[in-house]
Structure formats: C-alpha cells, structure tokens
C-alpha cells in the first residue's frame, strides 16, 4: 500500500478512528492487524519472513537477557545469523553467485552456478536493522527484554514507518508503543500537517522529476552534456524529495497517534562537507552504523590509518545496504574517500577558520552538493556500464541529432515553493515552524498544498525509491 495512494487515504483515518474508539489493552491488536494488512498489502506471502524475524529476535531477547556468559553470546549470534542470513538470502544471494561465477570463468575452474529468481521482500533492510539493534542493546545491558510478543511485533511491523524507516530503536519505539495514548488535538493536528506536507514533496516534487531523470538514465547516448547534468541534478533532488516525503508521511501518520517518530533529514543539501552531509542524511542508518559498525570497531579512538579504514568499511556497508550491485558499493567507497580526505585537510592550520567565514562556507556548500549529485551516478545507474556512459556523456557536446529532454516547465512552481521552504525552515521542522505562523497564514498554507497536489501532481504515481531497500 502505497502512502500516495486512495487505498492509504482510507486505511489511515480508519486505523486513527478506532484506535482512539477501542479499549486501551486492544489498541496492540489493531496496530497489529494494520500493520499486517498494511504490508500483505504490497504481496502477503512476504509476511512470513517478518514473522520469522520477530519470533527470532523475541526469544533471542528472552534467551540473552537469561543467560551469561557463553550462552548469552550464542544467543546474540543466533539473532545476528538469523536476521542477516534472511538478509543474504533475499538481498545478496544473487549477487555472491554473480561475483562466485565471473571468478570461475576468470581462473577456468569450471563451477558455476544459476542465478535464481528470488523477490526481495520490500523494506527487508530496514526490518533487520531495526529488530537486530534490540537484540544488540539487550545483550549491551541497556535495554530490558520485552515480554509482550505482540508489543514486540508491533516495534518491527508498526506501519508508518516499516517499510522505509526511519530505523527506530527499541527504547523511543517501543516504549512509545506502551504509553496509553489519549486522544489529543494537537497530535491530529500536527500529523495532518506533516501528512499533507510529505504529499505534497513526493507527489508534486518527486514524481514530477521521475520522467526528466527517467529519460536520461533509460537512454544516456540520446542526449548531450547539457541534457545529463540537468537529469543528474533532478535526480538529486527527486531522491531526497522521494524519501523526505515518506520520512515526513511517516512522522505524521505516527505523530496522529500521539507516537514519536525520530527526523531522519535536516536539510542536507545545505551541508558544507560530507561528514555534515550524512549526519543530516537518512539520519537513523548513519546513526545505526556509528553505534554498531563504527564504534565497535573503535571508532576515532584509534591511529590514523586504523581510522580511515574504519570509515571505508562503514562506507562501503552502507552502500552494499542499499543495493546488491557493485555501483552501490562505489558510490559508498567514494563518499568514506571524500570523508577522509576531508578529514585530513581540515587538519592543516587555519582550514577550520577559514571555513567558518559564511562565503567560504557557502561555497563550500555548492562543492558539496556538486560531488554528492556526482555520486548520485552510482545510485541511479542500472550497472556499472550506464553509469560510465553517463560520466562519459557529462563532457560530451551534444551531437547534431541529440535529443531534447522533455520538459513540463510548469513544474516549476512545486519545485520552487519547496526550495523555498527548504530555505525558510532551515534548522527546523515543517509542523514547528507553521505553528509559529497566524492562523490566516497557516490556512492558506494548507489551502496552497491541496492546490498544487490536486493540480501538480505527477502524472504517473511512482513506487518510493527506498522501497526496494
């Protein structure tokens, strides 16, 4: 089910109405049974494998917080095998059997395998990082075993955010899950802004950028240098508005609840480096990775050279969490080199200062949104061979017979009204800020989105991009 959809625009007040209706210790089952209904509704079958997941961790859960010593570690090694193996199966089996028969026909050895037709489950990635850090946090001591199953299924299933985040811990989600609930103004309210709000990101930004990238990545040898860079900084910008409007639905289909949801973005096109960048980025996985990739491995509190590795590794995971490909894999391995680089020049005397001054900073800026937007090749492209084309098509002249992109200009005025929101509510969220405003202003605020969803909106209505993650 689709946030974008008619299908979700009933779902959703349904869900509100009776949970507010229905006696408090029953509200676990209504957000269990709409969680389930939420998820079968995209294929039912894969329900199975988040139920493998919340048996695995529950009792792993039970087991660790029993046990000491040897026994406790089995246990943590059971959920990390059971989640991750799940992962690799869907995920990755492919890809090694790929990786596994390019080497056999490097060397001659002769053993090669079939690749298989295996459906990844749609957000699997984002369901085993998030059941996988509770585990963690039990066996780390700082988090209690919960012995509510349901409430426990609840924290892996809980609809607004299941499919595409945020990543939630168990002590904000959880515990969120088990406050009783009563039925406030205020949380209506609010989750009806950032509701509105991220549909207006998503169908009047994002999806109307969808076909001007589409053309280009579909067909890169079409078009000439002009024509790709245009694609390469729409993609930029659809990406962000993509998952920026779920992240910002999600927050407010939670939020009318009275839940909590953590921000996953901060402006992060207006970051001066890279380091800025992903901690304003998809906040909750660089977060994920710090507590339980990079810190693990001794984090900054180690020499140079043991510190730059560390940073690529986690670079280099968090690209192949995104995607089974070796383009994701450079697009990680780029930004952990960018981040050291980074982190090396701003070693050399008065770098820091300088950097501070606001000119220097606001280029700083543009250098950082540039390179970003450059990686983004990696991302978008279907192999490593579209990905070389487009590179190669950047600084290409357009020949004679090139095509034109295909532009709707009145695209314009979404694209420009969310810029320009960007800009106003720097360093804030779009519910604070609004409720700041007179209420004349905040209706006309309301009246402006519903105009340009009904008016703007994409033609086509696209899957969000980090559904296949």
Partial sequence: MLFNSFQFLLFLPVVIVLYYLIAERFTWILLFVASCYFYMAFYPPYILILFAIILIDYFSGLLIEKNTGTRRKLFLLISVVGNIGMLCYFKYFNFFIDVWNNFSAYTHAGNTFD??????????????????????????????????????????????????????????????????????????????????????????????????????????????????ITALFAFSLQIYADFYGYSTIALGAAKMMGIDLMDNFRQPYFAASIRDFWQRWHISLSTWFRDYVFIPMGGSRVKTFRFVINILVVFILSGFWHGAQYTFLIWGALHGILYC??????????????????????????????????IWIFFRAENFTAAKKIISGVFHPAAANASALDINYWIALPILIFFMLEIIIVKKRFDTWLDKRPVYLRWNFYAVLLFCIFLFSGVKSYEFIYFKF
């Fill in 115 to 228: 690749i298989k037709s295996i459906l990844l489950p749609i957000g699997l990635s984002f369901h085993t990082f998030q059941s996988l850090s509770y585990t963690i946090e039990v066996y780390r001591g700082k988090q209690k075993a919960e012995r509510h199953i349901g409430y426990f299924a609840n924290y892996v299933l809980f609809f607004p955010q299941m499919v595409a985040g945020p990543i939630e811990r168990y002590d904000r989600l959880g515990a969120r899950l088990h406050e009783k609930h009563l039925y406030r103004y205020e949380n209506i309210s609010t989750g009806f802004k950032l509701v509105l709000y991220g549909l207006f990101i998503k169908m009047c930004v994002a999806d109307n950028l969808a076909p001007i990238v589409n053309q280009v990545y579909e067909h890169p040898e079409k078009f000439g240098s002009g024509s790709i």
């Fill in 341 to 374: 680089i980074e982190f090396f020049a701003n070693k050399i005397p008065g770098v820091n200062s300088i950097s501070k001054i606001p000119a220097i900073k606001f280029l700083l800026g543009i250098k950082t949104f540039v390179l970003v937007t450059f």
